[in-house]
């Protein structure tokens, strides 16, 4: 046989040459997938290679100003399984099953449902009780289960419930804020979430030799609101009483805001709901088909009780914006309070515009046409600064932009953009457009804190765990809209607005307090009026306190007070000023007096101590104090001894009511029968309350309201009956 | 013309082959036991027959390479018609053992082998035999090349319809080397690539499954393909991927934990990539390029022409497999199930592997060269 010849050699050489050049291919494609690459396919495979379990950090806590919780986080646990461990590894997964839902108190079906499934990882139960979660660790222990897994977990509590609902907003289940500052300061509040990694086979089963890695969860911050948890609640309360009294039927805000640096202290909105279960079904929905996360249950919430009205709505503002027409000319000197104005009517465009009552201040003082709410006044006023500089004011004082309040879905206003003179005119006094309330309260800041617009909010700062501060909000002026002079003269008038004007009913002996009544109708009232039922007007008091160093900026507002016609000052003032009242005292500020004041506080008197001494002694005693009496008793005689009087000492009663004096041992005391004083004025209220033995308690001034007792009910001779009375007008 | 003074075997050779099979069956080991557990419940369920079945290679090699190859020849026709035999009987039903679909196997129970093992070295004996002698003719496509090309064409579409593609593919290739070092024309080969394209060509055009197999060999990490066609291919490249350049360490792969399904098997190289890293992988496929070229060596310098074409043809038929091997495992050509020479866990594959080897080294016995 012949040996290979050269040919054969060749050939040979070309194939070994196509092996090298293939192997060099191979070797440069493994160097690409390793070294190239080999960073991505790592990942990718680490992805697939370990099972991980999140432990939720701790939210931070919202705290108001003082330090006290609004939202805290408390520790529980959640239950996971990885099924194919649990099917394989344990003897009878049954048992496991049924073992897992007796503990959890879950259906069994489902669990073993979540068994058989072929996923690396099923969540049981969320949010369990520490103590739930020992159980089923001990449970565990006992019965060598494996595959079940309990990790610590956080929950979101709200010890105030509803206390400014809508200002801490909420979680969802996976404590992700979705509403109000919990939303709002999600960033900070949340945390990073830690992770226990495991290593798994294809089909989820964890190594024996594998290695567990545990990542710490970092918690979230806390944050510290600007809201003051105490006068929260002086507001809630206030804002309740006007609605339950008032019929209100759609609800209200009330906003307390620092005007020196646009701090909210106070900010609801009714109704409103629990912040531990917001999404339980509203009064007056079918508890049984609801379900609370159902498109239409979520879209009734955010219409009802979620819904923040202080920032989302808009409204007509009435009267309460005539400051901002005043602020305008007196900035611009048009006007001085001093000028003489009248309030004649106006006729623009085939519309005629009169005071509320027509033609009454035909001449008066601008500040007595503000005292007076005359519209006329208003008008004029704006025709003599012109479009362009009236709505340069309406812009300044913020009308035209959002606040950029620190809260959720803030609405923007609903305004003239191309205002016309008629448009100007209805715009002096506030209706015809619309802005929300937080944006009225921003404008009254400007005006108590001698003229700049600062934005309003209700994060303070952002702490860590170890009170560090992370984030402070600053004051932030967006700009100054008028002179400090313009700031005092108008709050000099607005005051006088609640000492003599439309305000009166908002006033507070010893606090000098500035405001406004507002009352608008809404675009439906006329198809309410012909469908029969009553006119919904939106009734609102703005107001600065005290006007010499305000400290405070107050807004109330009611939506539908369910009454023939409500004259927006008299229905909200008083709540106002009790407010007020409430805040200032608790605030520490000190009650000065002025003569005024004085002389309405001497028409109260105290009910001496007349017990023990004869009747002629108890009858000079109570004329002293400029208080009547009425024997009850067969003895009359003034030298018989005083046993029992009502009222008791120290009692606070108007001047001239009654005291029953008892000459003998009352058993039962005397009763006496409530008369009813509906609609009669204060006078004529009084001469019947006399006439019965009972003494009246006036509240407000104008006709008769309501009263704290029924008529026809009885009462203790001599016992003390609240009576509201209103003045019955429009302003 | 027999060389009566025997020389040492190929050291080169039998040192690469030694240290890829050791290599091989330390890899079988680590990739198979977690397998093993999971499956048998019993890790040392793959890696004890497979030591067993080295016993039986090397004892096999010792036999061949002291085996003189002349004798081959004489036995090839005979070799060959019982390869044909085989290959017959495998595929008639309830002969042949079925596993995943193909017909391959003939044997009672795990005690099996493949007929085309046994074919692919039968084929390299005859052809090396009758062509050292029909050179001449060789030049002629119908009196020469053409009756090789019909017994390729034969054996091959018996393998085929097992199926067994990549069995295919590689007594074809096998088949063609030595056609080609045999002398064929260059002509006749460039004439025989068109049908050839235009035949692969039309089978993908054809089956709409072979499209989405070209589909996710080009996209493996597309959604569509990811957890069926390409899942094995995905679960390699993360393995190889997660080496680096020094790797996980020798046991350490995460992707055997059934990431990979049968990591022992035709996937074995990512599990070795992804355990020692672009180093381990570089020095396996070097080694495999020593044993080429030094089979090529001996091919070369073979006392006759007969010792030359079967050389070049045993070295092809194992480098052929292993680049294929690694082509696939790195996604670097569609993937079709082909084991790793030396390394794969398996019984008949290995012993004729070693059976090859076995001759190889018993020709360069016979061969005139430096041998260090």
Not at chain 1, 99 to 120: F, S, V
Not at chain 2, 31 to 54: A, D
Not at chain 2, 94 to 101: E, I, L, P, W
Not at chain 2, 345 to 363: D, Q
Request: hydrophobic share 40%; net charge neutral.
């Amino acid at each position: 046989m012949a040996s290979p010849n050269i040919s054969l050699k060749k050939r040979l050489l070309f194939i070994l040459g196509v092996f090298t050049f293939f192997t060099a291919l191979l070797v440069f494609r493994i160097g690409w997938i390793q070294i190239a690459n080999g960073q991505e396919y790592q990942q990718k495979a680490y992805e697939q290679q370990t099972n991980n379990r999140t432990i939720s950090p701790k939210r931070g806590t919202i705290y108001d100003r003082n330090m006290k919780p609004l939202a805290v986080s408390g520790s529980v646990e959640t239950v996971t399984i990885n099924p194919q461990m649990v099917r394989e590894l344990n003897k009878d997964v049954d048992l496991v099953a049924s073992g897992l839902a007796e503990i959890l108190e879950m259906q069994k079906d489902t669990i073993i449902k979540k068994i058989n499934r072929k996923t690396q990882y099923e969540l049981i139960k969320q949010k369990i009780d520490k103590d739930v979660g020992s159980q089923v660790r001990e449970w565990k222990k006992k019965n060598n289960v494996v595959g079940i897994f309990v990790d610590e977990d956080t929950k979101r509590f709200y010890p105030n419930s509803n206390l400014a609902a809508h200002v801490i907003g909420f979680t969802n289940v996976d404590n992700d804020g979705i509403d109000g500052v919990e939303k709002m300061m999600e960033q900070y509040l949340k945390g990073v979430p830690g992770k226990i990694l495991s290593e798994v086979d294809a089909s989820g089963m964890e190594l024996t030799m594998g290695e567990e890695k545990y990542i710490q969860p970092q918690d979230g911050n806390d944050v510290i609101l600007t809201i003051d948890e105490t006068i929260q609640y002086f507001a809630e309360k206030a804002l309740e009483k006007a609605i339950s009294d008032n019929n209100v039927i759609n609800g209200g805000t009330a906003i307390v805001m620092d005007p020196r640096n646009g701090e909210l202290l106070a900010l609801t909105s009714k109704p409103d709901f629990d912040l531990n279960s917001p999404r339980a079904a509203p009064k007056g929905k079918d508890k049984a088909a609801w379900t609370g996360t159902s498109t239409e249950d979520v879209q009734y919430l955010q219409k009802t009780v979620w819904r923040n009205k202080a920032v989302v709505d808009t409204y007509e503002p009435g009267s309460t914006f005539k400051p901002v027409t005043a602020a305008a000319g007196l900035e611009e000197g048009a006007i001085t309070p001093e000028t003489q104005v009248t309030d004649a009517t106006v006729k623009i465009a085939g519309h005629s515009i009169n005071c509320w009552k027509p033609n009454a201040h035909l001449h008066e003082t601008f500040r007595e046409g503000v005292y007076n709410s005359c519209n006329p006044v208003f008008v004029r006023l704006a025709q003599q600064l012109g479009i362009d500089k009236f709505y340069s004011y309406v812009k300044a004082f913020g009308f035209y932009q959002k606040t950029g309040i620190d809260l959720p879905g803030e609405a923007g206003s609903i305004i003239h953009t191309k205002p016309t003179e008629i448009d100007m005119a209805t715009a002096s006094f506030g209706q015809r457009f619309q802005i929300t309330p937080i944006q009225l309260i921003q404008a009254y800041g400007a005006i108590a804190n001698g003229g700049d617009l600062i934005t309003p909010h209700v994060v303070k700062e952002v702490v860590d765990e170890s009170g560090n501060v992370i984030k402070k909000v600053e004051p932030k002026v967006v700009r100054s809209v008028i002179s400090r002079q313009t700031s005092d003269t108008l709050k000099d008038i607005l005051k006088g607005v609640v000492d003599v004007g439309t305000g009166k009913n908002a006033r507070v002996p010893g606090y000098k307090i500035g405001g406004k009544t507002g009352t608008s109708e809404t675009r439906e009232s006329e198809q309410l009026m012909v469908q029969g039922k009553n006119k919904r007007y939106i009734v609102s008091f703005s107001a600065i306190a005290p006007t010499d160093n305000p400290v405070i900026c107050v807004l109330v507002v009611l939506d539908y007070p369910d009454i023939y016609n409500p004259g927006g000052g008299v229905l909200v003032a008083p709540v106002v000023g009790k407010l007020i009242d409430e805040i200032l005292t608790y605030k520490g500020i000190e009650k000065e007096y002025t003569d005024d004041d004085k002389k309405l506080l001497k028409q109260e008197v105290q009910v001496p101590d007349v017990k023990g001494k004869t009747v002629k002694e108890a009858i000079n005693l109570l004329k002293q104090n400029k208080l009547e009496y009425k024997i009850e008793g067969s003895n009359r005689d003034l030298s018989a001894i005083v046993q029992e009087q009502t009222p008791k000492s120290t009692a606070l009663l108007h001047e001239n009511s009654i005291v029953i004096l008892y000459t003998y041992k009352p058993t039962n005391e005397a009763e006496a029968m409530v008369p009813d004083v509906k609609n009669k004025t204060i006078n004529e209220a009084t001469q019947a309350f006399k006439k019965a033995g009972i003494n009246i308690d006036i509240n407000g001034t104008g006709t008769a309201v309501s009263q704290q007792v029924e008529a026809g009910k009885t009462v203790k001779k001599g016992a003390v009956v609240e009576v509201t009375f209103r003045n019955i007008f429009e302003d | 013309m027999k060389n009566k003074n025997k020389k040492p075997f190929d050291f080169w050779i039998f040192a690469a082959v030694i240290l890829l099979l050791s290599l091989g069956t330390i890899m079988v080991f680590s990739s198979s036991y977690y397998f093993s557990v999971k499956e048998v419940g019993n890790s040392f369920s793959i890696i004890k027959p497979q030591l067993l079945y080295m016993l039986i290679s090397i004892i096999v090699l010792a036999v061949t390479m002291n085996f003189d190859y002349h004798k081959w020849g004489k036995i090839s026709p005979i070799l060959l018609m019982g390869s044909i035999g085989l290959l017959i009987l495998v595929l008639i039903p309830g002969v042949g053992q079925v596993r995943n679909g193909a017909q391959r196997w003939l044997g009672v129970g795990t005690k099996t082998f493949q007929p085309s093992e046994l074919a692919k070295l039968s084929l390299i004996m005859f052809m090396s035999f009758s062509l050292s002698k029909r050179r001449d003719v060789l030049k002629s496509f119908t009196k020469g090349l053409l009756p090789y090309l019909i017994l390729i064409v034969f054996i091959c579409g018996l393998v085929v319809i097992e199926p067994h593609l990549s069995g295919t593919i590689i007594i074809a290739m096998t088949g063609f080397i030595i056609l080609f070092c045999a002398g064929a024309k260059i002509s006749h080969f460039v004439a025989l690539a068109i049908p050839v394209v235009l035949a692969v060509v039309g089978a993908v055009l054809v089956a709409p499954y072979r499209f989405d197999r070209v589909k996710a060999w080009l996209d493996p990490f597309n959604i569509e393909y990811k957890m069926n066609e390409s899942w094995q291919i995905v679960n390699s490249l993360l393995a190889i991927g997660s080496g680096g350049i020094f790797g996980r360490g020798l046991g350490k792969s995460m992707q055997k934990y059934l990431y990979i399904p049968e990591p022992y098997n035709d996937y074995i190289f990512s599990v070795l990539a992804e355990e020692l890293g672009f180093l381990g992988s570089a020095v396996v496929l070097i080694l495999f390029l020593v044993f080429i070229w030094r089979g090529i060596k001996v091919a070369m310098n073979a006392p006759d022409v007969f010792g030359s074409l079967m050389a070049i043809g045993i070295t092809s038929l194992i480098g052929v497999q292993a680049l294929f091997n690694v082509a696939v495992v790195t996604n670097s050509i569609p993937s079709t199930g082909i084991s790793l020479p030396f390394f794969s866990a398996g019984g008949t594959s290995l012993i004729f592997l070693m059976f090859g080897v076995g001759i190889l080294l018993n020709i360069s016995r016979y061969s005139n060269y430096e041998r260090f």
